[in-house]
């Protein structure tokens, strides 16, 4: 059933009414962007500027104007982060939250194969499974917020407490499908080459299984790279400019291709690279323990196993030791530094923007 508001002007009430009807009222000059608006059966007013696909929405200008160098951007990105750490620490726990709950709930529900399932077990089980869900419902949300805290932050207007995330739950429905459709195509394209790699090292090692699986890896990285063109920008024009999600593809594509005037190091597309690379390999160091144990148990199976079945079997099993304090506080600190890369490509897209 579609949603439908309740509009207030000069103290009287109208509605309620679907989103389509609200649009002609507002080209007929009847809704102004200051009047107050409630969803049907909810008593907290909004402004109707804030509901989503009714007035256009207006660019904002970041406050340096001239282009900015590759620097400019990481240095004004933690500049906007320490202007709004609260309102950023708000939406990262958001998901965050519900995460380390499903992580920390998950061992209790471990069940041993040999042991009869009993109702503790389960209820702990069910618990994880139900933070996870949460914490992926709730990933729509964070992402919408970034856009929003880091936008105002750049125009210089105030931002009050909860401010963001209340607006960002209004973007959850279009957001929520982009993140379904580009996801869900990083993970198509990820799992249907390392799946016919897998297949074929089963197969037995030879020289023909060498150069498929090479070749395979090579589209592999390929379809990545093209992905990574076409969604580069997809948040922002999502968010920011509340394009349908056919024009937030393409003009995703459109902006990420740009700037071919200008040196390759300054167009878009690679800068989104170095960025996204960047926030890797902090990801790496921050989780250097934890990767560095994985690496030479991948690599004593490697050298000591000969049967590629029973290699693969045993990867997949393989467990590191259990976290140290070191590990878990490089861990949330990953977790607190987490809208850095958002905050970044939000200032990547008003410095390329004005000129793509």
């Known amino acids: 059933m579609a949603q439908e508001w309740i509009v207030r002007v000069e103290g009287q009430e109208y509605g309620p009414v679907d989103v389509d009807t609200l649009c002609e009222w507002q080209r007929e000059g009847r809704l102004l962007p200051d009047n107050p608006v409630r969803r049907e059966g909810d008593s907290v007013w909004l402004k109707a500027a804030e509901i989503p696909g009714i ?26 982060y320490r202007r709004g750490f609260w309102h950023f620490l708000v939406l990262t726990l958001v998901t965050a ?18 042991a009869v399932p009993d109702l503790q077990r389960a209820t702990a089980v069910g618990f994880s499974c139900f933070m996870l869900l949460l914490s992926l419902a709730l990933w729509p949300v964070y992402l919408a917020g970034i856009q929003i805290a880091t936008a105002d932050l750049m125009a210089a ?18 957001v929520a499908l982009l993140c379904l459709f580009v996801y869900g195509c990083y993970f198509f394209w990820t799992a249907l080459p390392v799946t016919a790699i897998l297949a074929i090292a089963t197969a037995g090692p030879s020289l023909i299984s060498l150069f498929l699986s090479l070749l395979l890896l090579a ?29 937030t593809l393409r003009q995703s594509k459109e902006l990420a291709r740009s700037g071919r005037d200008r040196p390759w190091h300054q167009r878009p597309l690679w800068r989104g690279a170095a960025l996204a690379s960047l926030w890797f390999a902090v990801v790496i160091v921050l989780n250097i323990e934890f990767e560095w144990q994985m690496v030479r148990i991948y690599f004593q199976q490697l050298t000591t196993s000969q049967d590629p079945q029973a290699m693969l079997q045993a990867l997949s099993s393989a467990k590191p030791q259990s976290p140290s304090f070191v590990t878990v506080a490089l861990g949330l600190l990953q977790i607190v530094l987490r809208p850095l890369l958002g905050i970044s490509f939000v200032v990547l897209y008003y410095d390329a923007k004005p000129r793509g």
């Not at 207007?157 to 279009?174: D, G, K, V, Y």
């Not at 063109?229 to 400019?241: C, D, I, K, N, P």
């Open 97 to 114: 939250l519900p995460s380390v709950c499903a992580q920390l709930s998950a061992p209790a529900g471990d069940i041993p194969s040999n």
């Open 157 to 174: 207007r105030p931002i009050q407490a909860f401010e963001p995330l209340r607006r960002a739950m209004l973007f959850w429905p279009r």
């Open 55 to 80: 007035f256009p929405v207006a660019q904002i200008e970041p406050p340096q104007l001239a282009p900015r160098t590759f620097s400019q951007i990481i240095f004004e990105s933690f500049q906007i």
């Open 219 to 247: 589209f592999q990285v390929w379809i990545t790279v093209r992905l990574f063109t076409s969604f580069l920008f997809w948040q922002q024009f999502a968010v920011l400019e509340q394009s349908n999600i056919a024009d």
